[in-house]
């Protein structure tokens, strides 16, 4: 978009998506099933339209000057660029429990959001993974796409008492034992089965939903002083200026709602308070 308002733009990325390990993007118009490393080449071609420069790379530090409003970032080669006004869509990292087979069937039988992830997982068998308070609120969430849904909290903890309640009456069992592994067939392709806890018990599943924290995937939203709110997310104002004179934020990191379609539209909507921010600086 600031491409196409004729604006001189460098694009830098280090090229770590959050979604990276998932198999397709649902839930995008037009791009319902996509893999999401398909989305963002699809993307890329199209900033060579607009003479938009694509750098691979990462800032490791960012400096906002005043009078006029810019900034200065710098790579980690330690190329450095100036710029009049800087939009942040840095992102967020999932703490991805350390339980062995987590990692290979991350976005391929393990996922985050049932809204992205619910509708292919319909009618199997699912679990919420997390502690207890989450797994059980997700649990509940799940029972829209499948009735056959456990908790599974991964060792000891209590389930507050209205949420155990509402789990037993929707007949959510809650299993407390330590998970061992997770395990499913080999291959690319390769599908989880199952979940192995500590005793050796083999719960049968489709597909595991964690309810896990998230944080900034970068220190940049701090270090340039944006604020953050209780859930961890950057607070933005209207058309995702943060407080920071000059400085924008798009994408998960300030998102309440966390898909990439929303991502996109916050990217849109930050690009058109650029372009107008400068027209006015300009107009003064
Ligand atoms: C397993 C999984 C499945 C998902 N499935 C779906 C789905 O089906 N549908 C959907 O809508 N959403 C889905 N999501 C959510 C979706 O991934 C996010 O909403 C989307 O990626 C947000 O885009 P973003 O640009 O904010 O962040 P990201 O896509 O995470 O991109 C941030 C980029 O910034 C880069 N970066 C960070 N710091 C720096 C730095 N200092 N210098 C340079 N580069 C930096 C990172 O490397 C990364 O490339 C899924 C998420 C996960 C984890």
């Not at 980690?76 to 999932?94: M, N, Q």
């Not at 991805?96 to 987590?102: K, R």
């Not at 976005?107 to 509708?119: A, E, F, I, N, Q």
Request: aromatic content about 4%; hydrophobic content about 40%.
């Amino acid at each position: 978009m600031l491409g196409r308002c004729r604006r001189r733009v460098l694009v830098v990325d280090d090229g770590q998506p959050r979604n990276a390990s998932a198999l397709e993007l649902h839930g995008f118009l037009t791009r319902d099933g996509t893999p999401p490393l398909e989305l963002l080449r699809l993307g890329r071609d199209e900033l060579d339209r607009y003479g938009v420069e694509l750098r691979h790379g990462r800032v490791v530090t960012a400096r906002g000057l005043k009078d006029p409003i810019s900034f200065e970032i710098t790579l980690e080669t330690g190329a450095v660029f100036a710029c009049r006004r800087l939009l942040l869509a840095t992102g967020v990292k999932d703490e991805v429990p350390e339980v062995d087979g987590m990692r290979r069937y991350y976005g391929r039988g393990v996922h985050h959001c049932p809204y992205c992830d619910g509708w292919e997982a319909r009618d199997k068998k699912l679990v919420a993974f997390g502690d207890p308070k989450h797994s059980a609120g997700l649990a509940l969430n799940l029972l829209t796409w499948s009735s056959d849904v456990i908790v599974c909290t991964n060792g000891p903890g209590t389930v507050p008492a209205r949420r155990a309640a509402q789990l037993r009456k929707k007949g959510v069992e809650v299993v407390k034992k330590v998970v061992q592994a997770l395990v499913g067939s080999d291959g690319d392709d390769g599908r989880l089965q199952a979940l192995v806890l500590e005793d050796g018990q083999r719960i049968d599943a489709d597909a595991v939903f964690l309810a896990v924290d998230r944080h900034q995937h970068s220190e940049l939203p701090f270090k340039l002083g944006c604020e953050i709110d209780e859930k961890g997310a950057v607070k933005v104002k209207g058309a995702q200026r943060t407080r920071v004179p000059g400085l924008y934020l798009a994408g998960d990191a300030a998102a309440d709602v966390s898909f990439a379609v929303v991502a996109a539209a916050h990217g849109a909507k930050a690009a058109v308070a650029i372009h107008e921010d400068i027209e006015k600086e300009d107009l003064r």
